[in-house]
């Protein structure tokens, strides 16, 4: 069992930055890939980026690739989300996720390839 708890969300104005965190408990945490998606009101979630276990490397959605950076530190077990240049549009609420790693696998951006969520971090940006 893996838990997951975010935290850095909030209010900021457009164009402003906020970085999110994911702090993980319990199994190993560089046996997993990790990732963030989003969920706005009325919306189905979406991927948002991914980093593979050793952080060798990242995906991003095409409606966050160079404003957002996925970083991980597994030291600490923590993953990070650094927001640049945000935008209304990225309202929602932010969730960390956590994928197994499989043998020679790609980095995973579908919901159902994820095995543990964590409870979400609401981020709004104000016009």
């Known amino acids: 069992q893996v838990q997951l708890v975010e935290s850095g969300g909030g209010l900021v104005q457009a164009g402003g930055s906020l970085r999110l965190s994911c702090a993980a408990s319990g199994r190993t945490f560089s046996s997993y890939h990790m990732g963030w998606f989003r969920q706005a009101p009325g919306k189905e979630r979406e991927f948002v980026a991914a980093?593979?276990?050793?952080?060798?490397?990242?995906s991003y959605a095409d409606s966050v690739k160079g404003r957002f950076t996925i970083s991980r530190d597994n030291a600490k077990n923590t993953v990070y989300l650094q927001m640049n240049s945000l935008k209304p549009e990225d309202t929602a609420v932010y969730y960390c996720?956590?994928?197994?790693?499989?043998?020679?696998?790609?980095?995973?951006?579908?919901?159902?390839?994820?095995?543990?969520w964590g409870q979400g971090t609401q981020v709004t940006v104000s016009t």
């Open positions: 980093i593979r276990w050793s952080g060798g490397s990242t």
């Open positions: 996720a956590a994928a197994l790693r499989r043998f020679m696998d790609d980095l995973p951006r579908s919901l159902t390839r994820y095995d543990y």
